[in-house]
């Protein structure tokens, strides 16, 4: 198996999700389903000042006090996602942002199967390649791209 061709993405699972451990576990599931790999997790608790960096760009939005209390309001599950075409497969996973067009478009989404509302939608997907590198390093800083790419087989075996 060789790192090379796959790609890397941040996943988070939001707060609603972390409050409700048997959804972590079917999220969890069908992500494996999906033949992502777990490359790092961490279970953590934000502070709003990482809050606030992290969404920096929905700034002055409508959303945004709404979106960094929510995100103030428990702990999360950070994950640093692989597969080919990771970026794309994790978003489509998730669903659409917006809990109505999830629940009518894509159901069987997690968004769609478990999202609460527009803000309280169940996770976070990185949205492109460049964005990927910048979120992994803000919750993952002490992660070796190049080093975990290098060492492909032996990294995975050593994690399981
Ligand atoms: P994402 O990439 O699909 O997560 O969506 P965005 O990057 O556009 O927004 C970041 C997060 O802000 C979303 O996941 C929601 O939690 C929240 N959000 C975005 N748009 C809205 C909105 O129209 N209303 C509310 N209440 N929250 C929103
Ligand atoms: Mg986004």
Not at 11 to 30: C, G, N, Q, W
Not at 38 to 52: P, R, T
Not at 88 to 111: A, D, H
Not at 113 to 122: E, H, M, P, V
Request: overall charge positive.
């Amino acid at each position: 198996m060789s790192c090379s061709r796959l790609q890397l993405t941040l996943a988070i699972l939001k707060p609603d999700v972390t409050a409700r451990p048997h959804i972590v576990k079917e999220i969890k599931s069908m992500i494996l389903r999906k033949k992502f790999y777990f490359v790092e997790s961490k279970k953590m608790k934000l502070a709003q000042s990482e809050i606030e960096t992290f969404y920096k760009e929905h700034e002055g939005k409508f959303f945004h006090n709404r979106l960094v209390n929510f995100m103030n309001s428990g702990s999360i599950w950070a994950h640093i996602l692989a597969r080919e075409d990771c970026i794309k497969e994790w978003r489509k996973l998730m669903g659409p942002t917006k809990v109505l067009k999830t629940v009518f478009e894509e159901p069987n989404s997690i968004r769609g199967k478990f999202g609460l509302t527009d803000t309280r939608n169940c996770t976070h997907g990185s949205d492109s390649e460049e964005t990927a590198k910048r979120e992994i390093k803000l919750f993952f800083p002490e992660f070796d791209e190049e080093k975990w790419r290098a060492n492909d087989e032996d990294y995975f075996i050593n994690k399981k």
